[in-house]
């Protein structure tokens, strides 16, 4: 008998930053033949969630669909946090035994389960009383990825993130400084923390982990990583990023395809702080002084709260009309969704200031777009290192935490020249690209890792 391709279940977390990766692999499974189901959880906390997983369907009409309802938390019970985003990591993780009927009855039977690291420790006893196999999809950087593995230990050492250390080790990987521990983790009764630690303390039951990097970009990482000598007791470590764009191309509707399409080569630094990162008023206009007294050219997807669903339509406020108009020739100035990928792989763009979430770093190593990392919160700052080590971008440590402090335009606007006139940095990002193509293309090594898994759960 012939082996036929397997069937796969993907469970993302909440999140933008999580649903995207999930998307794209649902869609390189898809072409590779193998049957997928994509389990959402109801209701999204963001509007962008529930547009994308509806749009992803129609363009998938293969692509099985199961929706399931969360359990609400009540706020009052999480006295550490009130991030949306947190909290439903944590009523997702109430809330996945629901799931275990249509798991347990699916058609043809599942062959494995891709799940978040972020539903790790609630959804393994389900995977394990089905019987079927479960790998974890990480969506942030390996090197990040290391430090959440590792929490549970750090965490049963009240000394581990005193402020007397200059930094945090793990023995076989290069040291995190003090400073790119997110503050959270801190605090080990902090929902976050406690989710991590848990979730972590669930890895070695998983058959495999998938990573959304490339063996080029982290090397410091995953060489020890993966030959077992970091985490003896963790299943293989998999790289197989970057992970492909499954977004069509948008069609010059949205008004700053066509703008760009008339900027100079490499002349527009993109500015974006992705999906759930809003800058204070004070800080959104300190950035836009330092756009203009850069004098380079802009495109800034500008988000003014937390979620988007809380957005207001109105551009002018927190920025000055008068800056508005001043630059309405060098600039623009989006509110809502853009398409990143589009943006990105623009001629026009030459920089990327960014926040460092890992699918933007990850979409502009894909490009070879030179960043300007501006971590903001969680595992932003250890991403803004593997930038920097990478040869991908440039990272300014003393603006710290983005969302803590205030850093001037004037400061902001030099960086910005730093950014576009290093052509040194140019090069090697260029150099960034070119490895990540030949990481997912035929025969590259990311492309080979995804192969084998699959080959391994053909039925
Ligand atoms: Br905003 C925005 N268009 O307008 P990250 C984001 N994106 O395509 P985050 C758009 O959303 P976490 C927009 O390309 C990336 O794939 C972007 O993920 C896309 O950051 C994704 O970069 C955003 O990881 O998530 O949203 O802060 O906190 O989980 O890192």
């Not at 710290?400 to 030099?414: A, M, Q, T, Y």
């Amino acid at each position: 008998t012939t082996a036929s391709p397997p069937h796969i279940a993907l469970l993302p977390s909440a999140g933008m930053g999580h649903l995207t990766p999930f998307l794209r692999l649902a869609s390189m499974l898809s072409s590779r033949s193998c049957t997928v189901t994509l389990i959402t959880a109801s209701p999204s906390v963001s509007a962008a969630e529930s547009s994308h997983v509806s749009f992803f369907l129609s363009q998938h009409p293969l692509v099985k669909h199961i929706e399931f309802q969360v359990i609400p938390s009540k706020p009052s019970s999480n006295p550490t946090t009130d991030d949306p985003f947190f909290l439903q990591f944590e009523a997702t993780n109430r809330s996945v035994h629901l799931l275990y009927p249509s798991l347990a009855s699916a058609s043809p039977p599942l062959s494995a389960i891709f799940s978040d690291f972020a539903v790790a420790s609630s959804f393994a006893p389900v995977a394990a009383d089905l019987g079927i196999p479960n790998y974890i999809i990480s969506t942030t950087s390996c090197k990040f990825f290391c430090l959440m593995a590792y929490l549970p230990v750090l965490l049963s050492d009240p000394s581990s993130f005193s402020s007397g250390l200059s930094e945090v080790k793990i023995p076989g990987i290069t040291p995190f400084p003090l400073p790119s521990i997110p503050p959270p983790f801190k605090n080990p009764s902090h929902l976050l923390t406690s989710l991590i630690a848990t979730d972590a303390q669930a890895l070695s039951k998983a058959k495999g982990i998938l990573m959304n990097t490339f063996d080029d970009f982290e090397p410091e990482t995953l060489g020890p990583i993966k030959s077992g000598r970091v985490f003896d007791y963790l299943p293989p470590i998999l790289p197989i990023g970057p992970l492909e764009t499954y977004e069509p191309k948008k069609e010059q509707d949205q008004s700053y395809l066509p703008w760009l399409d008339s900027q100079p080569a490499e002349s527009v630094v993109y500015v974006s702080f992705g999906s759930r990162t809003a800058l204070s008023s004070a800080q959104i206009r300190e950035l836009s002084k330092g756009l203009e007294r850069s004098g380079y050219r802009f495109l800034w997807v500008l988000k003014t709260s937390k979620v988007d669903k809380d957005d207001k339509e109105e551009l002018k406020d927190p920025l000055e009309e008068s800056f508005l108009d001043r630059t309405k020739n060098k600039g623009r100035v989006v509110k809502g969704w853009v398409s990143q990928q589009d943006i990105l792989e623009h001629p026009a763009i030459g920089g990327f200031l960014s926040h460092c979430g890992w699918n933007s770093v990850i979409e502009a190593a894909r490009k070879g777009v030179p960043m300007l990392a501006w971590p903001q919160h969680m595992d932003q700052s250890v991403n803004a290192e593997v930038v920097e080590k990478a040869g991908l971008g440039i990272w300014e440590r003393k603006w710290g935490w983005g969302l803590e402090g205030l850093v001037s335009g004037e400061e902001i606007g030099k960086k910005i020249v730093e950014l576009m006139e290093d052509e040194k940095l140019r090069g090697l990002a260029r150099k960034v690209g070119e490895n990540a193509g030949k990481a997912t293309g035929i025969g590259g090594k990311s492309e080979k890792v995804l192969t084998e898994v699959l080959e391994y759960l053909e039925q």
